[in-house]
């Protein structure tokens, strides 16, 4: 069982007799943290790539929490306190949390989580106009293809016909 306080000891021999009574202190604990939780303060827990989130691990102990390991697929990644935003490119779909208390007891791992963490923005798009000249009056159609880089996986294009346009049309490509 775990136990704390002070302790006392003496010795006592066959005649009666007793020793000083020698006092120490005792901080001793077996019981691990409970299983670890985890709430979303921002973004979700979901295989699709998020720009902003924030996470909350909880755990509950009878002496308190020193901190929680993070392990992504499986492996150690890192430690936290009870708030965590991924870095950028950070990306799983088996990432786990448990708590650590004040003795080095492991709890329980929380559910696995889906995190993608995505902050960079995209290249600027290559524009090809397919034989048109930009610029120039024509009577034919244009056709224009667009390609982009990323980091994560490009959604959409946008697509405005004028610089004044507040929002542009959004197509594949």
Do not use: C
Not at 26 to 43: A, F, R, W
Not at 60 to 77: A, M, P, Q, S, V
Not at 122 to 148: C, E, K, M, Q
Not at 162 to 173: D, L, R, W
């Amino acid at each position: 069982d775990s136990i704390w306080g002070g302790i006392e000891v003496k010795v006592v021999d066959g005649s009666g007799n007793s020793s000083t009574v020698q006092t120490f202190q005792v901080q001793m604990d077996i019981e691990p943290p409970s299983k670890t939780t985890v709430n979303y303060l921002k973004g979700k827990n979901m295989a699709n790539w998020q720009s902003d989130i924030s996470i909350q691990v909880s755990a509950t102990d009878n002496i308190g929490i020193r901190y929680y390991e993070i392990y992504k697929d499986g492996f150690f990644y890192g430690t936290t306190g009870e708030t965590w935003s991924p870095p950028n490119n950070f990306s799983s779909d088996n990432v786990t949390f448990r708590a650590i208390d004040l003795s080095g007891n492991k709890g329980e791992f929380s559910e696995k989580q889906k995190i993608h963490m995505d902050t960079e923005k995209p290249n600027i798009p290559n524009v090809s106009l397919n034989g048109y000249t930009s610029g120039v009056w024509t009577g034919h159609d244009v056709r224009l293809s667009f390609t982009a880089a990323d980091n994560g996986t490009i959604d959409y294009y946008e697509y405005a016909e004028s610089n004044e346009a507040v929002e542009g049309t959004k197509i594949s490509n």
